[in-house]
């Protein structure tokens, strides 16, 4: 059976599909939201701590389970417990959520992409309204990207209740991510193995050329120096430990069962512990070098609105109060503001309300993250650079590379249990089978693609993948170290690499890392509950801006569903494979008597 399994042409192909998977687009817009939340600088102290009490022990321990087990998720827990059966079932049921709704992302990318060589960009400027008397008023409430993304790409419902219909052109976007999804994972490894060299080596290309853009713009500095200015007094804030744990364990893959898939397809011989400390340093490296990148065009966005902001102050005092042209600049605005209010102060007074407060730091302070950094805050920036088209089209190839080689590992979570199959293995070739998964998510997620198709997105992201996550790991780590056996475990390594196992990972494995995820697990659990009754963000078209609803009772009972659906697949299969050993052995007494 194992001269059987088809290998990675060779250890760098493996290590490639690792990274292609491991850095996806929380690299690019959550990390540096995070950054911007809990003290620039400073919040690198608790990251980088996270990522070697979690992250790398945790990575080590999936890649040395897929490498010695030689099978998908499913078939490698059943191997070290028949009871264990249920903890590679709630992974596959977790990859096949996330495949549901991850490639809507690379949807909306290839949209982006596609409409990144028009001039001027589409999201640049408003439309005009239906008698071309004026902008669009929605427009004009909010911003041209905004209008873009809400009206355009998404025509978002006024709230969840509203489903609407299918938008047919994000919907054959759809089609053709999971077609590109498709070949990619055709002739499994043989096929993904070539893949990954492009997934995980050209986001890289982009990001270099865009830091190198990035730093010539005007403003750049400014978002460098509030990224690396550190506010230490967030060191002792816990959310900033618990937002540096959840973005380490998440930004790695853990619990989904695509990097003990992607192992078991590697020599048993291959040094796993080394590639675990490679692919994570390299993820958190990535994540750092892509918060430089991004915080170059903050910059450079945040001093452009400010800018614009002190002429528009200017223009409107040099207007009302007949100054000479030139004569009022930024240095000495608020000197000449004072001298107008104390000399003029009823003219003063009716222009008072039309000037707007200009703040650089305000500007900077504006933390977004998700779809509203990707498809609001970078498009604001990049439709202000010279040669806007390229700038554009770069940074869309780029999300949908990273969205690509994300989407790899989680269909080669699903895939491998199935491939691995005797039962549905001798009725379908491989191609059948992925064609099959693929066709089945493409259908499911043209939900995705209604009116009311983003709100179901966020409870998707929020929800399906939290929770049941971190309860599949703290199973794992406690399956190998107190099931299975820490010292057998160990020996198994040794007798595959040749090395003896660093008392480093026994103390992670068998202490650390379990308190830690049991910690997280008991800080999201009380987070739920002290929130009450879970509330969603709404567009409302006639502001123009974000409303907060609450979440109908039907959504909530998808939630509880999406969350039990998975977690509830560990005791179950366990239950079932109790009661089927005593009936089994009920049975061999009574034909015994």
């Excluded at 430089?292 to 109060?321: D, P, R």
Aim: hydrophobic share 45%.
């Amino acid at each position: 059976m194992e001269k059987a399994r088809p290998l990675w042409a060779n250890p760098l192909q493996f290590v490639f599909a690792c990274i292609s998977y491991a850095v996806g687009l929380g690299n690019v817009w959550r990390f540096p939201y995070l950054c911007q939340m809990y003290g620039g600088g400073s919040f690198l102290v608790p990251y980088i701590i996270m990522l070697f009490v979690e992250g790398m022990p945790l990575l080590h321990l999936e890649l040395a389970v897929g490498q010695r087990m030689r099978q998908g998720s499913i078939g490698a827990w059943r191997t070290i417990s028949p009871y264990l059966g249920g903890v590679g079932v709630a992974s596959v049921v977790v990859s096949f959520f996330l495949s549901m709704y991850y490639n809507v992302i690379n949807a909306w990318a290839f949209w982006y992409l596609f409409h990144s060589f028009q001039d001027p960009l589409p999201w640049s400027v408003c439309p005009l309204n239906g008698n071309r008397t004026g902008f669009e008023e929605e427009c004009e409430k909010a911003s041209s990207t905004q209008y873009f993304w809400y009206r355009k790409t998404l025509n978002i419902s006024p709230s969840i209740q509203d489903n609407g219909s299918v938008q047919w052109e994000p919907a054959l976007c759809l089609i053709l991510a999971w077609l590109v999804v498709y070949l990619c994972t055709l002739r499994g490894t043989e096929s993904t193995g070539k893949v990954v060299y492009f997934t995980a080596l050209l986001p890289y290309c982009v990001l270099i050329i865009y830091l190198v853009r990035g730093l010539t713009l005007h403003g750049a500095t400014n978002g460098l120096i509030y990224m690396f200015t550190p506010k230490m007094e967030q060191l002792a804030n816990p959310k900033a430990w618990i937002s540096a744990a959840t973005q380490i364990f998440f930004s790695l893959g853990l619990g989904f069962g695509s990097l003990i898939a992607f192992a078991s397809y590697s020599e048993p011989s291959n040094d796993c512990q080394k590639h675990s400390v490679l692919v994570s340093l390299i993820n958190s490296s990535t994540s750092i070098f892509a918060s430089i990148v991004t915080f170059s065009i903050y910059g450079f966005k945040a001093t452009f609105n400010y800018e614009s902001c002190m002429n528009k102050v200017i223009l409107l005092l040099t207007n009302s109060f007949d100054l000479e042209d030139g004569f009022l600049t930024a240095s000495n605005l608020e000197q000449v503001k004072g001298y107008l209010a104390s000399t003029y102060p009823s003219r003063y007074s009716e222009v008072f309300p039309q000037i707007k407060n200009c703040s650089l730091e305000s500007e900077l302070d504006t933390a977004v993250q998700g779809t509203g950094l990707a498809f609001i805050v970078y498009t604001e920036a990049i439709k202000n650079m010279e040669v806007s088209q390229l700038w554009s089209a770069l940074y869309f190839f780029m999300l949908l590379m990273l969205g690509v080689g994300s989407m790899l590992g989680n269909t080669a979570a699903i895939l491998t249990p199935l491939t691995d199959s005797k039962v549905i293995s001798s009725h379908l070739p491989k191609e059948a089978i992925s064609g099959l998964v693929c066709l089945i998510n493409c259908l499911i997620g043209m939900v995705f693609t209604m009116e009311a198709g983003n709100y179901w997105f966020d409870i998707f992201n929020d929800y399906a993948a939290t929770l049941p996550l971190l309860l599949i790991v703290l199973v794992e780590t406690v399956a190998v170290c107190f099931l299975y056996g820490l010292r057998r475990f160990e020996s198994d390594l040794q007798a595959m690499t040749g090395r003896p196992l660093n008392w480093y990972w026994k103390v992670m494995w068998a202490g650390v890392s379990p308190l830690l995820i049991v910690s997280l697990l008991v800080f999201y659990l009380s987070d739920y509950i002290l929130t009450g009754t879970l509330r969603y963000q709404a567009w409302d078209a006639s502001q123009g801006q974000l409303v907060t609803k609450d979440y109908p009772a039907y959504a909530l009972a998808v939630i509880g569903l999406l969350v039990a659906s998975s977690t509830m697949c560990i005791p179950l299969v366990a239950l079932r494979t109790f009661v089927t050993r005593c009936l089994r052995r009920g049975g061999d007494t009574a034909h015994v008597a």
